[in-house]
């Protein structure tokens, strides 16, 4: 039988205060006011003293307002009736489509028991080469996309949406302007890939509760598909924002802040949900992909500070690009050695020769001399970015490869390459492809 209270203590901001008990972390509750019925959840418990997020906000909420205990946590409905619809940030439909019948899911659970984990051993390929080729995405693993903001990185997340070579994509947007979810929605539809995806989107506009939900609500869903030997790819957006929600529920709760008042426990918060990452001994995979944008660029800020100390690498999109300088994929060894023989031969060697270029045009805009060399890396630095860094590029891992022969050989004799003698004679392109292309 459900608990039913009849006096509010104290309203603060969103949160309500009651006396109660026998009531767990994270349950769910009915709060019936003047304004209707709206969910909440059970933040904070201290004794007696139960602290509750009012979902719709407080407004028209009374002291004698009339709280009922649900008696479980926040969970949402499984089936493969997903596929292809939009959800709020608690699982309600956005799209108008009817309600999702199915098996109720708890979300926000432990992440997988070690033992059931397996070493990772294949890539998602993406069609990107700044990512297929040189940082290469790993299933299991857990990577953050560190930007600025106004950089496009809502535009790159789409882009693996409909490339990624995966069976389903989970899109978890939190704090989203209704531009860039229309642009999810509608990219996403207009190229065919909505029948794979189910989006969990939380606008500016929504109530600040669900967009903690948003990570949790994606990651169980995604743990349904993978248990059901799907390979899925887990895109949240933006994980500043969903810390950002956290400090203010930290702020209103009086929680003492910790660096840049962010609370205290951040780093376990995010660990948390980036901890879903798996891939499953005798079922499928989950594989995470967000974005973290840094106020200020600043890399030492909490979010990304934080989270690079959970995930394995990260990439950096600035200028539109994503960096070969300070990108990491730390699992890429473990899959690049099974690709194409010259998968490691061409992607360090072209980030050797890009490291040159960028020191030539350091020389360059200090006015030195240019030597014959020096001309080499300039024209080879301009076909690199415009080729291989351009996100509008897009081409298999193999094609990339190919490309990246076919620019050295444009650029360099093959002795000047460092490139072993025997790469050389199965790889290097003849005069007549290099005219060809």
């Known amino acids: 039988m459900h608990k039913v209270y009849h006096r509010i203590d104290q309203v603060a901001g969103n949160v309500i205060t009651v ?44 002291t004698d307002s009339q709280v009922r205990f649900l008696g479980h946590t926040m969970q949402v409905p499984y089936s493969e009736a997903l596929l292809g619809r939009v959800f709020t940030g608690s699982g309600r439909p956005r799209d108008k489509g009817p309600s999702i019948a199915g098996h109720a899911t708890d979300i926000g659970g432990p992440s997988v028991n070690p033992a059931k984990r397996i070493i ?42 409909l490339q990624a070579e995966v069976d389903v994509i989970i899109l978890g947007g939190m704090g989203l302007k209704h531009d860039d979810y229309l642009f999810f929605r509608d990219h996403l539809e207009e190229h065919g890939a909505l029948s794979r995806s189910v989006l969990f989107v939380h606008t500016a506009a929504d109530p600040i509760v669900e967009c903690l939900l948003v990570p949790d609500i994606s990651l169980a869903v995604a743990e349904r598909f993978a248990l059901e030997n799907k390979r899925v790819l887990v895109l949240l957006t933006d994980m500043t924002n969903f810390a950002d929600a956290l400090k203010e529920i930290a702020i209103t709760m009086e929680q003492i802040p910790s660096t840049r008042g962010y609370p205290g426990d951040l780093y376990s918060q995010l660990a948390a949900r980036y901890e879903k990452a798996v891939d499953f001994d005798t079922a499928g995979s989950i594989t995470i992909l967000s974005v973290t944008t840094m106020p200020g660029d600043d890399v030492t800020h909490p979010v990304p500070d934080n989270t690079g100390y959970i995930t394995e690498g990260q990439f950096y999109l600035r200028n539109g690009r994503i960096e070969p300088f300070g990108s990491l994929s730390r699992l890429k060894q473990l899959v690049n050695k099974n690709t194409r023989e010259d998968h490691r031969t061409i992607m360090n060697t072209m980030i050797q020769l890009y490291a040159g270029f960028k020191e030539t045009l350091e020389k360059q805009a200090m006015g030195f001399r240019m030597s014959a060399w020096d001309g080499k890396l300039l024209k080879y630095g301009e076909r690199f970015e415009r080729q291989m860094m351009d996100l509008g590029v897009n081409v298999p891992l193999e094609q990339a490869l190919d490309n990246g022969w076919r620019i050295l050989a444009e650029c360099f004799e093959p002795e000047e390459t460092g490139i072993p003698t025997r790469m050389i004679q199965s790889f290097w392109p003849g005069k007549t492809e290099i005219r060809a292309s």
């Open 120 to 161: 990772p051993r294949h890539m998602v390929r993406t069609g990107i080469p700044m990512i297929d080729l040189f940082n290469t995405l790993v299933e299991s693993q857990k990577l953050p996309i560190f930007s600025v903001a106004g950089e496009p990185y809502n535009a790159l997340l789409a882009r693996i949406a």
């Open 19 to 62: 006396h109660a008990t026998g009531v767990s972390y994270r349950e769910l509750a009915q709060v019936t006011s003047a304004q209707g019925v709206s969910l909440a959840q059970v933040i904070r418990l201290e004794g007696d003293r139960v602290s509750l997020q009012v979902f719709a906000g407080t407004r028209g909420i009374a």
